[in-house]
């Protein structure tokens, strides 16, 4: 009999804005890396953004993030070309402001590569 594991791998490839890095200490787990990418879509006279919600997994894409983090702490526009794995969506009720009481959806996954970034438009070589 086999015991190998097998998996089934779902990802995700884009461009968008790198937001909200942080690191996340859960009361029961391991403190990992967090980011938000705000995903562009639609035409590019149009764009329409989808936000993921990361946490960042790849040990280069890692690196990478906290390179990046003072620029996007700096409110400077940060663009990657992304790939992401297991996307999941989660329902969750807004909490104050104008959506008070009205029901969401986040979309969470694991940032895996990050496959170039450039800074206010400048290209990134990271260290």
């Known amino acids: 009999m086999n015991d190998e594991s097998k998996y089934f791998d779902l990802h995700t490839t884009g461009v968008g804005y790198l937001q909200r890095v942080q690191e996340v200490e859960p009361e029961d ?5 967090s980011a938000t990418i705000a995903a562009l879509r639609g035409r590019s006279g ?4 989808t936000h993921f919600e990361c946490a960042v997994i ?3 894409a ?6 990046l983090q003072c620029a996007v702490e700096g409110k400077l526009k940060v663009l990657i070309g992304f790939t992401i794995s297991n996307l ?3 329902p969750f009720a807004y909490e104050g402001g104008d959506l008070d009481g009205q029901r969401g959806v986040r979309l969470n996954g ?3 590569r990050i496959s170039y970034a450039k800074v206010d438009g400048q290209p990134f070589v990271t260290q």
């Open 110 to 112: 694991r940032l895996l």
């Open 62 to 67: 890692q690196a990478t993030v906290r390179e």
């Open 29 to 33: 787990g391991s403190p990992y890396l």
């Open 88 to 90: 999941a969506a989660e």
């Open 46 to 49: 149009a764009v329409q953004y």
């Open 58 to 60: 790849g040990s280069k």
